[in-house]
């Protein structure tokens, strides 16, 4: 599945190695399957909090990240695709206008079950290469990017297993989502 997302990225929607795209995601495998197919990319991720798709508030912070970032393109799944178009039916039936970010949108589940699987992968990282960028909850002002490397990656998987926090049986289960960076790494 992360080799067809990371096809469409880079073979069909015109993303190139280095290109930021917005993953916003309810919690769930679809948010799994697109952050390692942009790492398998070479693409860097920006997870975000998937505002509610009628709430202008939320809409206002995800508008911040991408204005922040520069992100062009915005990855999410078909269910919150489609309470993003019910939201904006139900906003012009009451006359309001919902002020999403100018973002390409792409479903990804549906290029999940596309034939063409092949991806070139991107597997020679820098330690400074970024990763992808991690922007703060924005709960005191403005919600702020954090860059993260694959050194820090690397790093953190290393310390988390000299601490015994890791090996190869242990399964981690969270209920942390994975745009919130603990539940992320």
Same mark, same amino acid.
């Given at each position: 599945a992360t080799n067809q997302v990371g096809n469409m990225l880079l073979n069909k929607r015109g993303v190139k190695r280095g290109d930021v795209v917005m993953l916003v995601y309810p919690p769930g495998l679809d948010f799994i399957v697109a952050f &390692?197919?942009?790492l398998k990319a070479g693409v860097v991720s920006v997870p975000v909090y998937p505002p509610m798709p009628g709430d202008? /508030?939320?809409l206002l912070k995800l508008v911040a990240v991408q204005s922040s970032c520069g992100a062009s393109?915005?990855?999410t799944n078909g269910t919150y695709m489609r309470g &993003? %178009?019910?939201a904006g039916f139900k906003s012009f039936l009451l006359g309001r206008r919902l002020q999403w970010p100018e973002m390409e949108w792409f479903v990804t589940d549906v290029a999940r079950v596309a034939k063409s699987s092949h991806l070139a992968l991107h597997n020679e990282f820098k330690k400074?290469?970024?990763a992808f960028l991690q922007y703060t909850s924005g709960s005191t002002g403005a919600p702020k990017g954090v860059i993260v490397t694959h =050194? %820090?990656? @690397? +790093? %953190? !998987? +290393? @310390?988390?297993? &000299? !601490? =015994? /926090?890791? !090996?190869t049986n242990l399964v981690n289960v969270s209920w &942390?989502? =994975?745009? +919130?960076?603990? =539940?992320?790494?």
């Amino acid at each position: 599945a992360t080799n067809q997302v990371g096809n469409m990225l880079l073979n069909k929607r015109g993303v190139k190695r280095g290109d930021v795209v917005m993953l916003v995601y309810p919690p769930g495998l679809d948010f799994i399957v697109a952050f &390692v197919a942009c790492l398998k990319a070479g693409v860097v991720s920006v997870p975000v909090y998937p505002p509610m798709p009628g709430d202008a /508030k939320d809409l206002l912070k995800l508008v911040a990240v991408q204005s922040s970032c520069g992100a062009s393109v915005a990855l999410t799944n078909g269910t919150y695709m489609r309470g &993003v %178009n019910l939201a904006g039916f139900k906003s012009f039936l009451l006359g309001r206008r919902l002020q999403w970010p100018e973002m390409e949108w792409f479903v990804t589940d549906v290029a999940r079950v596309a034939k063409s699987s092949h991806l070139a992968l991107h597997n020679e990282f820098k330690k400074d290469d970024v990763a992808f960028l991690q922007y703060t909850s924005g709960s005191t002002g403005a919600p702020k990017g954090v860059i993260v490397t694959h =050194g %820090n990656l @690397a +790093h %953190n !998987s +290393h @310390a988390l297993q &000299v !601490s =015994g /926090k890791t !090996s190869t049986n242990l399964v981690n289960v969270s209920w &942390v989502p =994975g745009y +919130h960076d603990m =539940g992320l790494i």
